[in-house]
Every structure is written in structure tokens, then in C-alpha cells.
């Protein structure tokens, strides 16, 4: 997690994000990230948005590596670890989204997200690290 809190720190005023690598083996296990641009064109302090050949990069990626994509992070500079509605409005099923809330000089907090398989709400995942 400590690359993940130095990336927020350093795209910080604005938005970063990246992807999430890992296995499903016993629970979802994250065993790397890969940052990745804020392509969001106008202001990134409050949204970010992944362009579609990240996704595509990405996948392929996990392939050669033998893992699965299995989700995303941002931050969320001078907010809380709380999936936002816009958020929600981009989540796709089975993807976990780490969310770490970034004020000035500290990371406030991380948290994890993931919809919910009957509806369409995010649930909180349990973090370990």
C-alpha cells in the first residue's frame, strides 16, 4: 500500500488512480498496482477517468503476468474513503475499488469498495495490510 499512498501524495491536489492485480484464492488477495494517467480532461481534483486502452493494456497484462485484474484505486484529495456517486455511476460488477483519502501532507485513510451482487450499492471490503 505504501506506493499507492506515495502516488495519491504525489498527484496530489488532483485525482490518481491505477490498477489493482491479483487472485481469488481463499479471498481476494491484491499482490501488485500499477498507476496509471488521470486522462479526465478539465478538472482533476474532483474525478478521474481511466482511458479504455489502459483497460485494455491492463488486461493483457494481467495475462502474461498469470493474474487476474481485479480492480481499481483513486484518491479522493480533501474528501473522505467513500465511494462518491459518480463513483458508483462508473463501477463495473466483481471489481474491487480501494479509495485513499488525501489531505495536504497525510493520508487520511483507505478504504475498499465493491457492488453488491443483487443491487446496484457498494458494500465495504475489508482491507489487510
Known amino acids: 500500500m505504501t506506493g499507492i499512498f506515495a502516488h495519491a501524495m504525489e498527484d496530489f491536489p488532483n485525482e490518481c488512480c491505477g490498477f489493482l492485480y491479483g487472485n481469488?484464492?481463499?479471498?481476494?488477495?491484491?499482490e501488485?498496482?500499477?498507476?496509471?494517467?488521470?486522462?479526465?480532461?478539465?478538472?482533476q481534483r474532483r474525478r478521474f477517468t481511466?482511458?479504455?486502452?489502459?483497460?485494455?493494456?491492463?488486461e493483457r497484462q494481467a495475462a502474461e503476468w498469470g493474474t487476474t485484474l481485479v480492480g481499481v484505486y483513486h484518491s479522493h484529495p480533501l474528501h473522505p474513503a467513500i465511494a462518491s456517486e459518480h463513483d458508483l455511476a462508473q463501477a463495473m460488477p466483481w471489481f474491487s475499488y480501494v479509495i485513499v483519502s488525501v489531505f495536504q501532507e497525510e493520508v487520511r485513510e483507505i478504504r475498499s469498495w465493491r457492488l453488491a451482487e443483487d443491487n446496484p450499492q457498494f458494500i465495504e471490503e475489508s482491507i489487510t495490510h
Not at 24 to 30: K, L, P, S
Not at 50 to 58: F, G, N, V, W
Open 24 to 30: 481469488e484464492q481463499g479471498g481476494r488477495i491484491i
Open 32 to 43: 501488485r498496482y500499477v498507476p496509471v494517467s488521470n486522462a479526465r480532461e478539465g478538472d
Open 50 to 58: 481511466i482511458d479504455p486502452m489502459d483497460y485494455l493494456r491492463a
